[in-house]
């Protein structure tokens, strides 16, 4: 075994050891308290839990919050701690980025920049991003990932079996078998600033003509697997425009919509990440005229069948055809759906649908307070559920959900008034499934993105 490999492993051993030791002590709670029998309180186990991932930082912290997304993933309790967490890891200091940036571009890394700024400007889970300038006087955003992030993911990902493990014992309405396997891809995948790139030019491509959305160059000669260097797009927080007129946030909303949309229905890609920190505010003439759209770890790509299955169920609701909603359920993969099951998915479908099929200016949330949205629904999919399920989730569907509720959660923020179902329809005009096929086909080639199965 190299030293290289030595590293690696003792990285692993050292994570498996640490998130063994502080999930598994929750878990065997909860299971001593099943076998004796005992009434515990799932509050406190809940609040241990997230102490426990929330210590840990990395990969595991970033499942615990999508988690905390999905109805019935994990108890109501642990949901509501998780989605409390941080994503905000602790910096490295400037020797570790030294030592990082050499790994990456060599000895002499530093001759590469005019500048380059050894405090990072912002960190998240799995990297953290330095502000640089090229030679050419360009300003540049260079993106450094973490050392041992894979060891730390491959230890997350075996060690979220026990996580799932907790809930099982619980008697869930979802099984979430498939979602693991999703997690565990998306997560591999962000670890890979080379597929990370051809992600982002793939949304360049997409949106080259799009007044209202930016997407960063990738500088290729200063970007690896593990470094990716793009160009510096200046803008606001989205937040900082919570205050702004309404004029402002609906033109704010309305890119937020397209960005997600269009790339879903005219090629079968979303960006899977819908987090605040992931967008930008550019400004013309001191009004909001678009977004910056930042990160391209997260981007989940679909086979066509499945976007078909998308605008089926929602033709199916708008429609009330509840054979096309149970086409569109069966067309994504749940399998074993009974008359209740359906009823439990539709109600979450609507939830999720709402704005789009009403045709009126409206809220997202349509006069419901931010922290009553979607509780009575989720209620009502978690009774359907505990009684008549487990229903297994496909594992397109974990993302697909998981970006609409951030998305939804956007436009709350910005308490933006529009006619979604309006917007949903422009957007898909024409949809054609053989038409969407062939641009797929055409655009993931030319970028070197692979074609989803």
Known sequence: MSQNEENRFSARANRYMRVGTNVGSVAAKVAGQRLFGIAGDQTKNAA???????????????????????????????????????????????????????????????????????????????????????????????????????????????????????????????????????????????????????????????????????????????????????????????????????????????????????????????????????????????HAAGINLLDYGCIRTFPVPFIQGVIDLYTGLLTGNRELVVHAYTNWGFKGLTNELIDAMTIWAKFIYGPLLDDRERTVADEVAPGEYGRHEAFSVHKILKEKGPVTIPREFVFMDRAAIGLGGVFLHLDAKLNWYKLFNETIEGFQIDSVAKRQKSLFETVGVPLPR
Request: aromatic share 8%; with cysteine.
């Open 48 to 286: 241990d839990l997230a102490a426990a991932l929330g210590g840990l930082k990395g990969p595991m912290m970033k499942v615990a919050q999508l988690l905390s997304t999905i109805p019935e993933a994990l108890p109501k309790e642990y949901a509501r701690e998780l989605a409390q967490l941080q994503s905000q890891a602790p910096a490295m200091g400037p020797a570790f980025v030294k030592r990082r940036m050499m790994a990456e571009l060599g000895p002499g890394w530093i001759e590469r920049f005019r500048d380059f700024e050894p405090a990072a400007a912002a960190s998240a889970s799995l990297g953290q991003v330095h502000r640089a300038t090229g030679h050419d006087g360009r300003k540049l955003a260079c993106k450094l990932q973490y050392p041992d992030m894979q060891s730390a993911v491959e230890a997350d990902v075996n060690q979220l079996k026990i996580v799932f493990g907790i809930h099982a014992r619980m008697s869930p309405g979802v099984d979430t078998t498939e979602m693991l396997k999703e997690i565990a891809d998306r997560l591999r995948e962000e670890l890979d600033y080379d597929l990370e790139a051809r992600h982002t030019r793939l949304y360049g491509s997409i949106f080259k003509d799009d007044s209202r959305i930016r997407v960063p160059d990738i500088i290729a000669a200063l970007s690896t697997k593990r470094l990716l260097t793009l160009s510096w797009l200046e803008g606001r927080k989205l937040l900082d425009y919570k205050t702004a007129s309404l004029e402002d946030r609906n033109e704010i909303a309305r890119a937020m919509f397209r960005a997600w949309w269009y790339p879903f229905s005219h090629f079968g890609v979303i960006h899977g990440d819908p987090h605040l920190g992931n967008y930008t505010i550019f400004e013309r003439d001191g």
